[in-house]
């Protein structure tokens, strides 16, 4: 049954969109006074635009290195290495990142399969800066379509569905055309205070660490994470608001949205009414860590049980550090689905990459997570929990740049623990092993 959208949820949604673009166009038209120049003013607007490049140079949400930006609102390391093509005007930048991978995966088993697919991403942000405040405008592609609704094999994976009708199980269900369309407005208070507003038609709500394809602990396996439902999936939201705050290195920040995840037809924007919250507190305590803490209310995330809401909570740890010239990039992340029909479930995640030089990297990943919808156990009292465990390790290397390109071959492969129950539909030893050859912007 079709139910009404809630007058209320109706005027939150065109509100916040309406805000998300108006607020940044009113606030750079009133930037100017049209007083005549004076000496006194020279001096004036001089300063200004020492200020003007100051404020260009900083992050989209306040006055720290814009390498602490990552996917949506969230922050990365400091130190994290900017991967993108830059350009420079008097007030403004443009920044363009991008990816393409290649791959043959042959996952095990009888619910296993071979099969070829890619995973891409380009992404283009501008921003547009004065003395006091910036505007930013971001657009992320993705050709993941064209792999088909149902995406690739990827044992122990599940959510999302490819027909509208059955849930994808086993596979990784494709990005969407579009992920993401969005506007931002920052006001700078003072060097170490600002607030601001983010979203859009197609943004990220406050909620989780970096999405995985924006993480350097995890840009360089060809596979989605298998926790993907618990950590980061609201990554594509279809109409989102977040307002915050940036205070030193502390960020405080809230967001309204639509909680229903994307269906199948992967080249539209869906929108629905704001009828999901979150809230996510982020701290920098060094150039090297990042870490935060959110929760959110899902009201209605999946297509298949729209009457289900799931509340998530997650935690994370980023941190990137150099031994004996080996600088290695992690992130440690706790995710919890407490839905209000069925049983909560808790997912754990470990990813990491060592980059031996510009020529060779080694990445890996650990996963547990509990996985109830995948497969039926007997309903005993001694029943074992349906618990996935799975270690990931890959090797990359890097060919010489070209022309702003950056080419590589890599071998990814997995195995996975599960419960004795399963091994009828799984096989014994489940596991995967990937071949992939992928291009990237580099500056």
């Known amino acids: 049954m079709r139910h009404s959208q809630p007058r209320w949820a109706t005027n939150l949604r065109i509100l916040g969109l309406l805000l998300c673009f108006l607020v940044p166009a009113y606030a750079f038209a009133s930037n100017t006074d049209g007083a005549e120049p004076t000496l006194a003013a020279d001096a004036q607007m001089d300063n200004a635009a020492d200020n003007v490049m100051n404020n260009l140079m900083q992050g989209a949400f306040g006055g720290y290195p814009m390498s602490r930006d990552a996917s949506g609102t969230s922050w990365a390391p400091d130190d994290t290495p900017l991967d993108a093509i830059h350009t420079m005007g008097d007030s403004w930048m443009t920044m363009l990142h991008g990816r393409l991978s290649l791959a043959q995966t042959e996952q095990s088993g009888p619910r296993g399969s071979t099969q070829s697919f890619s995973s891409s991403m380009l992404m283009l942000a501008v921003k547009k800066a004065t003395e006091n405040s910036s505007l930013g405008l971001r657009a992320m592609l993705s050709l993941d379509p064209l792999n088909g609704a149902a995406g690739y094999p990827l044992l122990f994976q599940n959510g999302e569905t490819a027909d509208g009708t059955t849930p994808l199980l086993d596979r990784q269900h494709p990005h969407n055309l579009i992920m993401e369309l969005s506007s931002s407005y920052t006001r700078t208070l003072s060097s170490q205070h600002s607030i601001f507003i983010y979203g859009g038609p197609v943004g990220e709500p406050a909620l989780g660490p970096p999405a995985f394809m924006h993480r350097r602990s995890s840009d360089d396996n060809p596979e989605a994470p298998i926790s993907h439902h618990w950590i980061d999936a609201t990554h594509i939201a279809f109409g989102v608001v977040t307002i915050g705050t940036v205070w030193n290195d502390w960020k405080l920040e809230s967001s309204v949205f639509n909680g229903r995840e994307p269906n199948q037809h992967r080249y539209t924007i869906q929108t629905r009414e704001f009828d999901s919250w979150s ?141 004795p129950a399963w091994t009828g539909a799984y096989g014994k030893d489940p596991h995967s092993v990937t071949i992939f050859a992928r291009a990237r912007l580099v500056p």
Do not use: C
């Open 279 to 419: 809230a996510r507190i982020s701290w920098n305590p060094s150039g090297n860590i990042a870490l935060q803490v959110s929760t959110g209310r899902l009201a209605s995330p999946e297509q298949l049980e729209p009457s289900v809401r799931v509340q998530r909570t997650t935690a994370s740890a980023m941190a990137n550090y150099t031994l004996s010239g080996v600088r290695i990039d992690s992130t440690a992340v706790w995710g919890r689905n407490m839905p209000s029909s069925g049983v909560t479930t808790d997912a754990y995640l470990i990813d990491m990459a060592a980059h031996f030089d510009r020529w060779h990297t080694i990445f890996g990943r650990y996963e547990h997570v509990t996985k109830p919808d995948l497969l039926p156990l007997a309903a005993t009292a001694d029943a074992p929990e349906p618990i996935v465990t799975k270690i990931s390790i890959g090797y990359v290397f890097e060919l010489p740049p070209s022309h702003h390109l950056q080419y590589g071959l890599g071998l990814a492969a997995s195995l996975e623990s599960i419960p």
